[in-house]
């Protein structure tokens, strides 16, 4: 019989965890979607805050690129001007480092600080993530941004001497062609210098002697122009350089004015040549400096890529702000389904509540109806009960009786009065409670009921003591006599001869409590509770039903009784929660 009930909770139990499963399935479905759309909008932001990152980069080489353009002097920038401007970029805390490579991928100009690239650092073109920094290599090719190789490519870097003194391109070695001079040319060549200024450059002494001997106050023929262009074409490296000089020479007498004027247009003449970008002349090979040696210095000292190094605290803080949002949101949305769920929990409780107090209204329904029978039951069963103690009593008391049949008559009528007893205690426990309150002496009360124990506890040399100051409370004096009498029986019925029985009364101005203390046994810490349902009896003769009218009438005045261990070594039933009142009110 016992394994009925288990086997069919078991279906039960099952029944409510697939349900719960079924509850939370939904919930978890909803925040991994959660998780996985936060884990997009984090990635989708720290790739906006890398682009950023990326533009800033771009605005800083473009910014670089604009200084080359304005710094560069016909295709040349010092290193001192440009390492100067690079230092200006460096001192914000956001770049850490910049460098301008050439060709070869070699640095030309650098400041800050670069993290080791190698030996080919072109190798490493793109983006290169650090602890703290991040490296951009290859950022544009600055020999693209200036223009092609016929249009005459990227600026080329020139280093300081040991002084500091801005060395000028390579000198010219060989026979390679020298420039032509300009205005301000200087008055010297050699240790005695030119005969006159306006002739510079690699002229013997004959070929001056013989320019000079056409200087007179007769025009140029066409043989004597013809003659001073072949000696001036070492100089001259174009036809419109060549027609440029003619054209002021020719028509007129030669002198130093006219010689330096045609000089000056050859020199013009090659500079209009070059092409222009940016509104600045750019050219393809300055006349001083041979094929060989500009090629060289375009491969060594060009600046064709930038390597920018930034801080990436900004990126962090942005990645890391960002995810703690996400985890915010994560957090709420968790919070959000919890409250989701603890909501439907709870109304699927309260349905289930409802379902079980209809189930309860109709059981108790059902139970004071068999409470009505039950009674009615009692009531007519207490009448047959009532004639048969009659017929005993007057069988005991014949005297055409036997001894033994006299004896068998007095234990039917024990017998009698003891169902009938148990049949009141159960009729007081099923009937409805009414407390009727008004001031009760407790002391009185208790010495009263002492009285009508007497017989009970007197054979057994019992000391009863009532401890405590006089109190009054508000209470029912029928129903509270009724509750001292049962305490009061059980403790005599529990201690032994010798016996000791104490009521405790304790109070105040606000609060009041009634303690019944005896020597006995005690009750056992695990059945202090049980002992106070119906038919729960710790002694085999009991009923079960007396400690359960107790707590019936307890509970209706609403008080409160416990049952625990006292000094004397037995049980103490202590009921408290009563309302004390005044001397006045009570008289």
């Known amino acids: 019989m016992s394994g009925a009930p288990v086997e069919t909770d078991l279906p039960r139990a099952s029944g409510r965890t697939r349900r719960r ?335 079980r107090l209809v189930r309860a209204m109709d059981l108790n329904a059902h139970l004071r109806d068999m409470n009505v029978a039950a009674a009615g039951l009692v009531h007519e069963t207490k009448n047959p009960l009532n004639v048969m103690r009659g017929i005993a009593q007057m069988i005991a008391k014949s005297a055409e009786a036997t001894e033994g049949i006299r004896s068998s008559a007095m234990r039917i009528a024990e017998e009698v009065d003891r169902v009938a007893g148990r049949l009141n205690q159960f009729i007081d426990y099923s009937r409805p409670i009414e407390v009727k309150l008004a001031p009760t002496d407790l002391r009185k009360l208790t010495q009263n009921v002492y009285r009508i124990l007497e017989s009970d506890y007197e054979g057994k040399s019992i000391s009863l003591e009532v401890l405590g100051s006089d109190l009054v409370v508000e209470a029912d004096e029928a129903l509270l006599r009724q509750v001292l009498f049962n305490l009061l029986l059980n403790a005599v019925q529990a201690v032994g001869d010798q016996g000791q029985i104490e009521v405790r009364l304790h109070g105040d101005r606000d609060a009041a409590r009634l303690e019944v203390w005896d020597s006995g046994p005690g009750v056992p810490e695990e059945q202090r509770e049980e002992i106070f349902r119906p038919y729960v009896s710790i002694r085999g003769e009991g009923s079960g039903l007396g400690l359960a009218v107790v707590r019936q009438i307890v509970l209706a005045h609403q008080w409160d009784i416990i049952c625990t261990s006292c000094a004397l070594g037995g049980a103490c039933f202590r009921i408290s929660g009563m309302k004390p009142v005044s001397a006045q009110a009570a008289s």
Request: glycine share 8%.
């Open 21 to 355: 499963a079924g509850a939370i399935a939904p919930l978890a479905l909803v925040f991994a979607c959660l998780v996985c759309w936060q884990t997009y909008e984090h990635a989708r932001a720290i790739n906006l805050a890398k682009d950023a990152l990326r533009n800033r980069t771009r605005d800083i080489t473009n910014s670089l690129g604009v200084i080359l353009r304005s710094q560069a002097r016909f295709g040349f920038i010092t290193q001192t001007r440009l390492e100067a401007a690079l230092d200006e970029i460096v001192t914000s805390e956001e770049v850490r480092g910049i460098a301008v490579l050439n060709q070869d991928g070699q640095p030309t100009a650098q400041a800050g600080a670069l993290p080791a690239l190698g030996s080919d650092p072109l190798a490493m073109r793109g983006e290169r993530w650090d602890a703290d920094t991040v490296t951009f290599v290859n950022l544009v090719d600055i020999g693209m941004a200036w223009g092609d190789d016929d249009q005459g490519g990227a600026p080329i870097i020139l280093p300081e001497g040991p002084r500091g003194e801005q060395r000028r391109p390579p000198p010219f070695s060989g026979d390679g062609p020298r420039p032509f001079p300009g205005p301000g040319a200087h008055r010297g060549d050699g240790p005695g210098g030119p005969p006159f200024p306006s002739m510079r450059g690699p002229f013997s002494r004959e070929e001056y002697q013989r320019v000079q001997n056409m200087m007179d106050e007769e025009p140029l023929t066409a043989a004597e122009v013809d003659e001073i262009l072949s000696i001036f074409d070492k100089v001259l490296f174009s036809d419109a350089q060549r027609d440029a000089f003619r054209e002021v020479i020719e028509g007129g007498p030669l002198d130093e004015r006219r010689l330096m004027e045609a000089g000056q247009a050859a020199f013009r003449a090659a500079r209009d040549a070059q092409p222009r970008r940016y509104g600045r002349q750019l050219f393809r090979r300055p006349p001083w400096l041979s094929h060989e040696q500009y090629e060289e210095l375009r491969r060594s000292r060009s600046a064709h890529w930038f390597v920018l190094s930034l801080s990436n605290r900004e990126f962090k803080r942005q990645a890391s702000q960002d995810l703690r949002l996400r985890l915010l949101v994560l957090v709420a949305g968790a919070c959000a389904l919890a409250a989701v769920g603890l909501a439907l929990r709870a109304d699927r409780r309260s349905t289930d509540l409802r379902l």
